[in-house]
């Protein structure tokens, strides 16, 4: 019966009342370096909805894709009014021996990203390399020097929780930002 029990409020711990979203884990912490070399600590970011990507510049792969489906997410946000102050994207580079700052801010400007709320972040790579694992995500070199890596972006509700891992399939604009607001109501219903 005990047993019975802590499971009942170790499953209750994992979801939010009357949310479709359930709560997936803990946020990895991190502190890296964005594009415009300055430290972003993954504190210094809760009490915003975070869309969370992984991504290097010189991928011919998936990483245009996700960055380009990004874009439309936050497209659609300001076409719904929503607040760029409590959403916030990360693209957390998976090459940073190659994505300096500087390369990262090039490949902003390549893609017209709006930095208003849009961070591309890199660092020393021991600490770059904690973090990708610490997300569970990974990146192992292969033909013509690209990466070989999967696709996931990660949805983190304002109290550091994930609450959705979109693979490139699913990452439609609309279904995202429909997340997005679902969160943000969360939050401000919050005592």
């Not at 711990?13 to 949310?19: D, I």
């Amino acid at each position: 019966m005990a047993s019975l029990l802590l499971l009942l409020v170790a499953v209750g711990a994992n979801t939010e009342p009357n949310s479709r979203l359930a709560v997936i884990s803990r946020a990895p912490e991190f502190s890296l370096i964005n594009q415009d070399n300055q430290k972003v600590h993954s504190a210094d970011l809760r009490g915003k909805v975070l869309l969370v990507g992984f991504i290097f510049t010189t991928c011919n792969g998936t990483c245009p894709a996700t960055t380009h489906r990004m874009a439309l997410v936050q497209q659609e946000l300001k076409s719904r009014g929503l607040s760029k102050k409590e959403v916030q994207f990360l693209s957390i580079s998976l090459d940073a021996a190659a994505d300096t700052p500087d390369v990262l801010r090039r490949y902003m400007h390549l893609y017209d990203i709006d930095a208003t709320n849009w961070s591309f972040l890199t660092g020393p790579v021991p600490d770059v390399n904690k973090t990708i694992a610490a997300w569970g995500m990974w990146a192992r070199p292969a033909a013509k020097g690209q990466l070989d890596h999967p696709s996931r972006i990660f949805l983190v509700d304002p109290l550091g929780r994930v609450r959705e891992i979109y693979n490139l399939s699913y990452l439609k604009p609309a279904w995202v930002a429909q997340d997005i607001e679902l969160l943000l109501r969360e939050q401000h219903s919050r005592p």
